[in-house]
């Protein structure tokens, strides 16, 4: 059965550690987010994660938030401050990867949207070699990446950038059986 399989898999990568994007329709999202809870990550909203590195980041440094970050982001790409706030961010966001390798053993990143859209995607290609490659100190092991899309079959992408994976292994679509829970419901049903 196809929802058996998918929790077989989760199972195995789970203990066995590595790097997983899973896809996922964006109506089944938060579904997907309460049916990985059983498997042991620490979830973390990567866009409330980065909002809230750039609000210390710009604090510590006195960038007026609303005239600053705002305003940069609300001009968007072709906007005059775009570079700059590119920067604040990749500034903000290098402290996490660190917290990311050395606070948990199995992460599910959600909402990676604000990786795509300040062009960020990179961290979690760095990141991956950081699971393939573990370093002295490092406690991350296995890391999920939860990313919406319309076709969870297709290459994994957000806002039309590949999100990175190297093998078809590094890929699964989270199948709808699974998403109704049919693997523990009939694990139910026959121990009844």
């Not at 579904?31 to 990985?36: H, N, P, S, Y």
């Not at 920067?87 to 990143?109: F, K």
């Amino acid at each position: 059965m196809v929802a058996d399989e998918a929790d077989e898999r989760l199972q195995r990568h789970a203990k066995a550690g590595g790097y997983l994007v899973l896809t996922v329709n964006p109506r089944a999202q938060h579904r997907a987010i309460e049916q990985l809870a059983p498997y042991g990550a620490t979830t973390i909203d990567l866009d409330v994660w980065i909002v809230d590195a750039i609000r210390r980041h710009a604090a510590e440094r006195n960038i007026k938030w609303d005239q600053a970050i705002l305003a940069a982001d609300a001009a968007g790409p072709e906007g005059e401050r775009w570079d700059k706030l590119r920067i604040v961010v990749s500034n903000a966001v290098a402290p996490l990867a660190d917290e990311l390798l050395t606070r948990h053993e199995h992460v599910l990143l959600t909402h990676p949207g604000l990786l795509a859209r300040y062009e960020r995607l990179g961290l979690l290609d760095e990141l991956r070699d950081d699971t393939r490659q573990p370093t002295d100190g490092q406690r991350l092991r296995t890391l999920w990446v939860l990313v919406p899309a319309e076709d969870p079959a297709a290459a994994p992408k957000l806002a039309g950038k590949a999100i990175p994976v190297t093998t078809a292994a590094e890929h699964m679509a989270l199948p709808d059986p699974w998403l109704e829970n049919l693997h523990r419901t009939n694990r139910e049903e026959v121990s009844a």
